[in-house]
């Protein structure tokens, strides 16, 4: 049985980017839920998530999403966040607000409009040159809703052929990632659905093109775990979007669903060199926050994905190992669900305790008056939201 203590040291260095929409208002098609103290700026939401850093020493990062976050002045943003103990991360490109983009972006058959949002990627380049980020991440919403409303071969190649052009663009330190989903807003195909339509995408590219990899973007009963190995067998996963989902693109906190599934998937992430300093794999939430306070459901999200990193690096995988090989079925079985059942929240509070930081983060933010604060202090201007 591995011990935590074998394994703690492990745990130095773990960074989870922040998606710098979930700390704006953020609901569904029905009804969305404005929170007292939610930010109006992009200097507000890096404040928030200076919080989050500051409480658990996980968060580090915070993605931008641009034009969400458009500002005058990148390196002054970046000084800024700077000060707040953070860095700016992931750009985000948006091709999927505009009235022009009906019909797609990347991949319309109109030239004008694909070189828009080719345009558009270029002007995010830029930014990551001034913010200093590494990664560009590319969601595209194109696809259609009718069999026959498009030609989908001629939509894939107008889409390697616009991936290409941004992929020029890249500076030698920055890297392109695509992420996929299997539908909505298009309901009948969409461009980029799968991890092998992005993996046939960002090879032709070359190594500086990875996948993304969101995890509420496939079908029920997806084994993602399995999909993490292949990526990463092939050099190509290139950051994951955190979140859960009990029905579709949920973007509910990472790991409130499905706790064995991201043990699961972690385990897979540790087995495949995905985890550690030379990591090539960015690991980022992309959640929503409609009813729950943001910053602790922040907090709590990046908690949940220590503590199933904590139980996967417990495995022990010499046993794991003999077990396979033995074909000993339950043994091996065994080996793995003694890990996913160790309860390392007690190490890990002692272990944070050690760094400095507060054993209990979501209680000691709570104590922290923060909340209170911001909700007196952030009135009049407009509150953000997912899209603004
Ligand atoms: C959309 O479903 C994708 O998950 C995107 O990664 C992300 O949620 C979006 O870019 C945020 O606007
Ligand atoms: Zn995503
Ligand atoms: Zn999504």
Same mark, same amino acid.
């Given at each position: 049985?591995?011990?935590?203590?074998?394994?703690?040291?492990?745990?130095?260095?773990?960074?989870?980017?922040l998606p710098?929409w979930a700390f704006g208002n953020s609901g569904t098609r029905?009804?969305v839920?404005?929170?007292?103290?939610?930010?109006?700026?992009?200097?507000?939401?890096?404040?928030?998530?200076?919080?989050?850093?500051?409480?658990?020493?996980?968060?580090?990062?915070?993605?931008?999403h641009?034009?969400?976050?458009?500002?005058?002045?990148?390196?002054?943003?970046?000084?800024?966040?700077?000060?707040?103990?953070?860095?700016?991360?992931?750009?985000?490109?948006?091709?999927?607000?505009?009235?022009?983009?009906?019909?797609?972006?990347?991949?319309?058959?109109?030239?004008?409009?694909?070189?828009?949002?080719?345009?558009?990627?270029?002007?995010?380049?830029?930014?990551?040159?001034?913010?200093?980020?590494?990664?560009?991440?590319?969601w595209?919403?194109?696809?259609?809703?009718?069999?026959?409303?498009?030609?989908?071969?001629?939509?894939?190649?107008?889409?390697?052929?616009?991936?290409?052009?941004?992929?020029?663009?890249?500076?030698?330190?920055?890297?392109?990632?695509?992420e996929?989903k299997?539908?909505e807003?298009?309901?009948?195909?969409?461009?980029?659905?799968?991890?092998?339509?992005?993996?046939?995408?960002?090879?032709?590219?070359?190594?500086?093109?990875?996948?993304?990899?969101d995890t509420g973007h496939h079908?029920?009963?997806?084994?993602?775990?399995?999909?993490?190995?292949?990526?990463?067998?092939?050099?190509?996963?290139?950051?994951f979007d955190f979140n859960s989902r009990f029905y579709a693109d949920d973007d509910l906190i990472v790991g409130a669903a499905?706790?064995?599934?991201?043990?699961?998937?972690?385990?897979?992430?540790?087995?495949?060199?995905?985890?550690?300093?030379?990591?090539?794999?960015?690991?980022m939430l992309d959640q929503c926050h409609n009813v729950e306070?943001k910053?602790?459901g922040q907090?709590?999200s990046?908690?949940?994905?220590?503590?199933?990193?904590? #139980?996967? @690096?417990?495995? $022990?995988?010499? !046993?794991?190992? %003999? *077990?396979?090989?033995?074909?000993?079925?339950?043994? &091996?079985?065994?080996?793995?669900?003694?890990?996913?059942?160790?309860?390392?929240?007690?190490?890990?509070?002692?272990?944070?305790?050690? #760094?400095? @930081?507060?054993? $209990?983060?979501? !209680?000691?933010? %709570? *104590?922290?008056?923060?909340?209170?604060?911001?909700? &007196?202090?952030?009135?009049?201007?407009?509150?953000?939201s997912w899209g603004?």
């Amino acid at each position: 049985m591995t011990t935590f203590a074998s394994i703690a040291s492990q745990l130095e260095g773990q960074a989870i980017e922040l998606p710098s929409w979930a700390f704006g208002n953020s609901g569904t098609r029905f009804k969305v839920f404005a929170t007292p103290g939610t930010p109006r700026t992009i200097q507000e939401k890096l404040a928030d998530a200076a919080q989050v850093h500051g409480v658990t020493g996980l968060a580090p990062k915070v993605a931008l999403h641009i034009p969400w976050d458009k500002v005058e002045d990148y390196s002054a943003l970046r000084d800024f966040a700077g000060d707040l103990g953070v860095a700016l991360g992931t750009i985000n490109s948006n091709t999927f607000q505009d009235d022009v983009y009906k019909f797609g972006s990347l991949t319309h058959t109109d030239a004008a409009v694909r070189q828009r949002a080719i345009d558009h990627h270029f002007e995010c380049i830029d930014i990551m040159h001034a913010t200093g980020s590494q990664d560009l991440k590319i969601w595209l919403a194109d696809g259609t809703n009718y069999p026959g409303q498009g030609d989908m071969r001629g939509r894939q190649d107008r889409l390697a052929d616009s991936l290409g052009q941004i992929y020029a663009r890249l500076g030698s330190e920055q890297r392109l990632v695509l992420e996929y989903k299997f539908f909505e807003p298009a309901f009948y195909h969409t461009d980029v659905p799968d991890w092998g339509t992005s993996y046939a995408q960002v090879a032709a590219l070359g190594d500086k093109a990875m996948v993304c990899l969101d995890t509420g973007h496939h079908a029920p009963g997806t084994n993602i775990e399995f999909i993490v190995m292949q990526l990463l067998r092939l050099g190509k996963l290139g950051s994951f979007d955190f979140n859960s989902r009990f029905y579709a693109d949920d973007d509910l906190i990472v790991g409130a669903a499905d706790p064995f599934q991201l043990f699961r998937i972690m385990v897979e992430v540790v087995r495949g060199g995905g985890y550690g300093p030379n990591s090539p794999v960015a690991f980022m939430l992309d959640q929503c926050h409609n009813v729950e306070d943001k910053i602790p459901g922040q907090i709590r999200s990046v908690l949940n994905v220590q503590e199933m990193t904590a #139980r996967a @690096l417990l495995v $022990d995988r010499e !046993a794991l190992d %003999a *077990a396979q090989t033995a074909g000993d079925v339950l043994g &091996a079985n065994g080996i793995l669900m003694d890990a996913f059942y160790t309860d390392v929240r007690g190490d890990l509070a002692a272990w944070r305790e050690g #760094r400095g @930081l507060p054993a $209990d983060p979501m !209680a000691a933010y %709570a *104590a922290s008056g923060y909340q209170a604060q911001i909700a &007196a202090e952030r009135v009049g201007g407009t509150q953000s939201s997912w899209g603004a």
